[in-house]
């Protein structure tokens, strides 16, 4: 034993008999909207977390109310790919179980429910599991949903990638039966439980993994802490070029922290993937800073160690020889909109939503067009990284019945700027307790700014990934776009610029604080230099920094803040 004072959460963890807590007592005392306290940090585990509405919240304090409680409810969605007949059942229970009714896409491949009262969260996950659907560790620190290149067009090897994401996430998932026993009225165990991987204080905090097909990086692979980039020899899959230590999240004006891009780690074959996966999970479990929790994630435990003893240490717990690299090229990173057509033949039509709401506003019956197209589809449904939604495994005989749909609902998004489809935002405000400035609520209308100012200088047509997060947390990965806003306060950004268009660089601030006039005279500049000088081709983020307009951030522990 030491004496060191570890953080708090560890000892919630150490004291929950497996992330039961309290929840369940908490549930049953109606004298308020919240969960006890302590239970807050193990409901993450079960897949939820304690809001209020932040619009709300000095009317309801003036009145000496406490804040409206309500909880932010996030699936497990390997790939996220789900059945037309889930669809239906995921936007019945958002209608007849949360206080807006709409669907929320995430940047990782999956959806959320706000504005659940504490009362319908039990219904709630109950109706999920009819659906086959959980939220089994898709928060916590365990290792959350695991993402997966969501584009069927190689058809076989993406199947195969499909195939791998939903197996590490079951491979992956706490033992403990809490989940059961508190929502699915599950038989209690009573003893001799275990959780023979993650041990009784799980992980030192969240932990992400992403499954790639080059050459599209959509699922930002170099941004999680654990990558699988599928290598495949005639069209077949044969292993994964691994990666770990990726993370975004910072902390304003911290230089102990910073976003860090994944190492290779090397090429395994695929039959020892999963082994990998648990030596990375096991070796962060044990080496990862339980007293910071700032400083916890493995980014930082890799970057301490250096890579090429995390590396050894992994070998020798999996028993697996980890190969050098195998030869691979990323070329894209958003999603690929409109109609694409795969080597099976069949069609898939990815659609865009903005912020990933699905939510009816005039002019686009977005909840109600989904509603529409799972009612007559016969394939299923793909959320990508970039809050997007695929309708996918379309015969040729039915696609025009879903363009018609999609048409008729206004989102078949015909009209798109090259920047808009490269665009994403978080949520932010009035959900989220750490947004310190609006993103989804306001990126549209700033998107159409910036759009302007491309087309004043001639290079609208360039496909330029901008995203913009509420706060330094970095939930759309602002520090792997080429333009980057992160808030500050209200109206306020820092402004990042810098990053390679496929996610292999990180951006660096060049605006610190500034409001919505400042950020884009700041743009209008650059954006007048890149349609003058740049070279055939070349990409906003290259452009800056061949012209030395912004430093490469090369190794972001020692250049992000530099
Ligand atoms: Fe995130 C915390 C939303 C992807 C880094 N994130 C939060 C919370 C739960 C706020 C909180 O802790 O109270 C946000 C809830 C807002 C709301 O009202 O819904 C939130 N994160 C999101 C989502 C919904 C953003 C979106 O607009 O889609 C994404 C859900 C993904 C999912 O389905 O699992 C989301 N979050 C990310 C990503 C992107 C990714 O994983 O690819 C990141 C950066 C990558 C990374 O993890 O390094 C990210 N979220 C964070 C962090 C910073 C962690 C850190 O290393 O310091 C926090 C804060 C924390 O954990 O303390 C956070
Ligand atoms: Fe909230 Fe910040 Fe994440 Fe945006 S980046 S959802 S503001 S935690």
Known sequence: MTDVKLHANEYIKADSNLLRGTIEEGLQNHITGALYVDDT????????????????????????????????????????????????????????????????????????????????????????????????????????????????????????????????????????????????DGEKVTGGESEPMYGETYLPRKFKIAVAVPPHNDVDIYTNCLGFIAVAENGKLIGFNVTVGGGMGATHGDTDTFPRLADHLGFVAKEDAIEVAKAVITTQRDWGNRVERKLARIKYTVQKHGIDKFRAEVAERSGVTIGEVKPFEFTTRGDRFGWVKGTDDKWHLTL??????????????????????????????????????????????????????????????????????????????????????????????????????????????????????????????PYAAEIGLVGKGPGRYNLYLGAAFDGTRISKMVLENGNETEILADLDGRFERFSKTRQENENFGDFLVRTGEVKAVNASARDFHG
């Open 352 to 477: 865009y939503i903005e912020c990933g709401r699905i939510k009816d506003v005039p002019g686009k019956e977005i909840q109600t067009g989904f509603r529409e197209l799972a009612k007559v589809h016969k394939g299923d449904f793909r959320m990508t990284s970039n809050q997007n939604m695929i309708v996918a495994n379309v015969a040729e005989a039915d696609k025009e019945q879903i363009e018609a749909i999609a048409r008729q609902y206004g989102i078949l998004g015909e009209r798109l700027t090259p920047l808009r489809k490269h665009s994403i935002a978080c949520v932010s405000l009035p959900t989220c307790a750490l947004g310190m400035a609006e993103a989804e609520r306001y990126f549209p209308e700033f998107t159409d700014k910036v759009d302007e100012l491309l087309t004043k200088h001639g290079v609208g047509e360039q496909p330029i990934v901008m995203r913009m997060t509420g706060c330094p947390n970095g939930c759309a990965r």
């Open 41 to 184: 940090q193990l409901s993450k585990f079960h897949g939820f977390y304690q809001q209020d509405d932040r619009d709300l919240r000095a009317e309801r304090q003036a009145q000496k109310l406490e804040p409206l409680h309500s909880f932010m409810l996030r699936a497990r969605v390997p790939g996220g790919v789900c059945s037309p007949e889930q669809w239906l059942d995921i936007d019945k229970i958002a209608s007849e179980l949360t206080m807006n009714g709409n669907i929320r896409l995430t940047t990782r491949q999956t959806f959320q429910y706000h504005g659940i009262l504490k009362r319908n969260l039990k219904p709630l996950i109950q109706a999920l599991d009819l659906s086959s659907l959980d939220s089994i560790a898709a928060c916590g620190d365990v290792n959350r949903n695991v993402m997966c290149n969501p584009n069927p067009v190689e058809s076989e090897l993406h199947t195969e990638a499909y195939e791998w994401s939903k197996l590490l996430s079951e491979q992956l998932l706490p033992r403990t039966n809490a989940y059961a026993e508190i929502w699915l």
